[in-house]
């Protein structure tokens, strides 16, 4: 197909697979993030844990990037990075996020809005050393989001610090762990036919969740 602004802009999907209504999601966002969730495992999508991590420096100029969910706890969602990353900076300047989740096969969104903090460093160890060798030394080895010269010098360091470690167990870097995303917004999104769209959103006030829809 030629690429066209006319074949952009006719790109479009109706939605129909589903309905969400307020009157029948969970009182808890956290739990009703887990059954869709899970839904989504149960449907055998292809990595259904991939989240845009959107992040903004200590001016307000905004980033974003993919990074993976880890795990849902109670209270929020938990990601593992580098600390020293360029998100890890802005999150050191300005530590809120917002996480969204786009399941197309399910005609499902979730966008979430929160507060970050770093989870122990019990937690991070414990993640770390479940993680493949070749991912351990990955993570000692590069200096994420810093300019190198080359991949050859990355390669170098894996090969040295793969024979470094050889028959030991590689200690999880200082600068490497993991954050939790504490939400204060969480909106569920189902497509709907004719872009009437289907929109959920708890908000977190004087420490209850409040239930409202929106305007698609």
């Known amino acids: ?10 790109l479009r999907q109706d939605y129909r697979s589903a309905q969400l209504s307020e009157h029948e ?7 009703q993030f887990q059954k869709w969730f899970a839904e989504a495992l149960n449907a055998q999508l292809y990595e259904p844990n991939v989240m845009t991590l959107a992040t903004a420096d200590r001016f307000g100029r905004p980033s974003a990037r993919i990074v993976l969910l880890k795990d849902i706890e109670n209270d929020g969602f938990v990601f593992f990075t580098n600390y020293n990353s360029d998100k890890g900076q802005q999150l050191l300047e300005n530590p809120q996020a917002a996480l969204v989740f786009f399941w197309a096969d399910l005609e499902r969104q979730v966008r979430i809005e929160g507060v970050v903090s770093k989870v122990s460093p019990e937690v991070s160890d414990e993640y770390f050393h479940s993680r493949p060798a070749g991912s351990q030394i990955g993570a000692v080895a590069s200096p994420q989001s810093k300019i190198i010269e080359n991949r050859k010098i990355l390669e ?10 050889e028959g030991l167990e590689i200690p999880r870097p200082e600068h490497w762990g993991g954050y939790l995303v504490e939400p204060s917004k969480i909106e569920f999104w189902q497509g709907r036919q004719s872009r009437l769209h289907d929109r959920i959103l708890y908000e977190l006030k004087e420490g209850s969740w409040i239930i409202n829809r929106l305007a698609p």
């Open 1 to 10: 197909m030629e690429l066209t602004k006319e074949n952009i802009q006719n």
């Open 25 to 31: 999601v969970d009182n808890d966002p956290i739990r």
């Open 156 to 165: 170098d360091k894996v090969i040295s610090l793969t024979r470094e470690y």
